[in-house]
């Protein structure tokens, strides 16, 4: 590794100060076990890292009154998967945070370092989109909100300016009759995911007849996207078997997946129509028991 | 470009002057001569670095050392007291859950961590709690015994 100057600001404003020097040569410092990697092994060079250790508040995980979710943008996933609060209002959320590496990297990665890496493989990003969570966006003087599914802007890369730091994830809060979960395709642990399908669906009381549904694809296109042509057809309409698979056949249609050593791009396309379908039913099965778990 | 740094590890505190660079994995075995610590793959796959920041688990190689500056560092060295193994030390021993031994470290407090979260896990759960730690020789049957083992062990414990 190069040298590089640590710093450790212990407030927002001081932070995006920090981040805003340098001409770009300066990164964040979350929990460090996407970026240590990168700079121990894929060559990136920094002239400083700003660590957000003493930020205040960045870790801060809780529920607001009208249910739904703030999740400091340093919050560790192991917090996320272990939080009662997150595991009974949002458990694809905690399921999905669970699936991220080991006890080990998700004691230390965090929910926001997921996120900024922008790894369109990222396994926390298609569960927040399919919830229509909002990145809160803060330059140290005043926030910013952007929906988290036009928070990417390409593999790597993120809507956030020089001197911006994310915040927080806000999730709204999920009705009784909302279901959502993240499928994920895994050879083991420790694998990154080859192709990652979240579902958020609403249903109307009693029936599965879906009210309102998003659909997100993972490590298939440059950023994490939403199917948006199988959410057409799925929404005001009775989930039943059949269209369960016509909708994984046509998630297939929004996915520009390549082929790299993971997988080839032919391969993603059944993978997402089979994961699409796995969660899809999940969904279907949730709401025909009731709604409930 | 070295700084301050004052950590405390295994109860005793050091005031050092650390590169920036370095990792609290690097710091743990070069600068205090607490070599338990393996560095196997240096990456966050394999686990051997696991120690315990806090009381959480967390991969030393991928921990830079002013990270960890004024927190609480457990390594495999300050498990045992007075020269009584840690009951999960004494089942990683009477099962023979060692073979070369170089995992072994990780292991030991990856399970701890593991134990002190959750008293009583399931088979599955002890899976999935070591699934960080890679070992190349024992294909990890006794080791998934040896923390049932201390499970047993340290709710015996518990009794006293």
Not at chain 1, 35 to 55: F, H, I, N, T, Y
Not at chain 1, 164 to 171: C, H
Not at chain 2, 85 to 93: I, R, T
Request: proline share 5%; net charge negative.
């Amino acid at each position: 590794m190069k040298p590089f100057e640590y710093k450790r600001p212990s407030s927002l404003e001081e932070a995006c100060t920090m981040l805003a020097a340098q001409d770009g040569r300066v990164k964040a410092l979350a929990g460090g076990t996407d970026l240590l990697v990168q700079m121990k092994q894929g060559g990136l060079e920094l002239d400083a890292l700003v660590s957000l250790r003493d930020v205040p508040g960045l870790d801060a995980l809780h529920l607001e009154e009208d249910g739904s979710l703030i999740m400091g943008s340093a919050t560790p996933l192991g917090a996320i998967e272990n939080s009662p609060d997150v595991r009974r209002a949002f458990p694809g959320i905690a399921e999905a945070a669970s699936f991220v590496g080991s006890m080990q990297v998700r004691s230390r990665a965090t929910v926001g370092g997921n996120l900024c890496n922008a790894a369109p493989s990222a396994d926390t990003a298609p569960i927040l989109i399919a919830c229509g969570s909002t990145a809160v966006i803060t330059d140290g003087q005043a926030d910013r909100t952007v929906l988290l599914e036009d928070f990417f802007s390409g593999p790597g890369q993120t809507v956030l300016g020089p001197g911006e730091l994310l915040r927080a994830i806000v999730v709204p809060p999920v009705p009784e009759t909302g279901f959502a979960k993240y499928c994920k395709s895994f050879r083991s642990a420790m694998d990154c995911c080859t192709v990652g399908v979240a579902v958020y669906s609403d249903f109307v009381p009693g029936s599965a007849v879906v009210r309102d549904l998003r659909l997100a694809l993972g490590a298939v296109a440059p950023t994490p996207i939403r199917a948006r042509a199988a959410e057409a057809m799925l929404v005001g309409q009775e989930l039943d078997e059949a269209l369960t698979d016509r909708a994984s056949l046509e998630a297939v249609a929004d996915a520009l997946p390549i082929s790299d050593l993971r997988a080839s791009a032919a391969y993603r396309k059944v993978l997402v129509e089979v994961l699409s379908r796995r969660a899809l039913t999940a969904a279907r099965a949730w709401a025909e028991r009731g709604a409930v778990a | 470009m070295k700084q301050e740094l004052l950590i405390t590890v295994n109860g005793d505190e050091h005031h050092l002057l650390v590169d920036t660079r370095r990792t609290l994995l690097d710091v743990l075995r070069d600068d205090l001569g607490l070599t338990g610590t393996k560095n196997g793959c240096g990456a966050g796959e394999c686990g051997a670095c696991t120690v315990l920041l806090d009381g959480e688990p967390v991969n030393s190689c991928l921990t830079l050392a002013h990270e960890a500056a004024g927190r609480d560092v457990l390594t495999i060295e300050g498990l045992s007291s007075g020269g009584v193994l840690h009951p999960v030390q004494q089942a990683f021993v009477s099962q023979g859950a060692i073979q070369c031994g170089f995992c072994t470290p990780g292991m030991v407090m990856t399970t701890k961590a593991l134990l002190d979260r959750n008293p009583d896990p399931t088979r599955e759960e002890i899976l999935a709690g070591l699934r960080g730690n890679l070992c190349r020789c024992t294909g990890y049957v006794k080791i998934v015994e040896a923390v049932e083992v201390a499970q047993c062990l340290l709710a015996e414990e518990e009794l006293v």
